[in-house]
């Protein structure tokens, strides 16, 4: 069984779970029966053995170009879900984890994987420096989606009139301190991610720092997520403002991901 077909059998089951978690919600009911969390630790082994016979295709971490890039951030999104889940018992999180990890997972099956044989991508920083960005997304994603439920609770609270996001999002409270968690586990990785990016940088092309795009956002990302674990600790804030400064970070910290695919797909092979 080739990586494709086994990222398409993942993709399959992701659909399902995503579908059967949407129509569990509107119906107001658990967001996974029993056997959808079976079917989400299948499509995550699957995910796993694609990536992994990936890896023995290319010869190096698959995190080159826009299909590698997205599956490992797919299956980070579910690594993510089952992890917070089993320590929080967090199902709301599964209505932003299935739907993202479906649309990267598609786009990964429609699109070629990079061809490209660079030396600098045997490079050991390589996988370090893809292992913490990857990684500190994920945490980062889930600051975004507490941030999120805190202001779609806050609004419910304020209105009186409930809807169905009402019954699955946490309290107040606890959107707090999980996106507070999050987006300081993150920004750890983030830092360790900045710091290797830069020694592979030099090991490469001699400098530190360029003065790309991608490398101003992810400073402009470590700002903002410096602010707001700084504040929140040192000045008690929280709440509202922290949730809005994570759910701010986060479209940044994307683009950092965007960028990246297109410079790694674009940029000139070395010989």
Known sequence: MTAQVTLLLTLLLYTVVAVHA?????????????????AVVLAFALHTLSL???????????????RDI?????????LVFLLVNAA????????????????????ASLTSPSGRADPQLQSLYLPVHAT????????????????????IQERELRTRAPSFFYYFAPSLERCDTLGGASAGVGLTLLTLAIVSGMLWSHAARGTYFSGSAKEWSAVSAWLIYVVLVVVRHRSGWGGR???????????VVLFVFAWLTWAMRFAPTTS
């Open 22 to 38: 949407s129509l569990r919600s509107l119906a107001r009911s658990r967001i996974l029966a029993r056997w959808a969390h079976v």
């Open 241 to 251: 403002r922290t949730a809005v400064l994570a759910i701010a970070g986060f479209p």
């Open 88 to 107: 929080a018992r967090l199902e709301a999180l599964g209505l932003a984890a299935f739907p993202v990890a479906f649309a990267l997972t598609l786009v």
């Open 70 to 78: 997205a599956t490992a951030l797919a299956w980070v999104v579910v």
């Open 52 to 66: 992994g016979q990936r890896w023995a295709v290319a010869g190096h971490l698959p995190v080159v170009g826009l």
């Open 132 to 151: 913490f960005a990857v990684f500190g997304g994920g945490a980062l994603f889930v600051a975004f989606v507490m941030g999120t439920l805190y202001l």
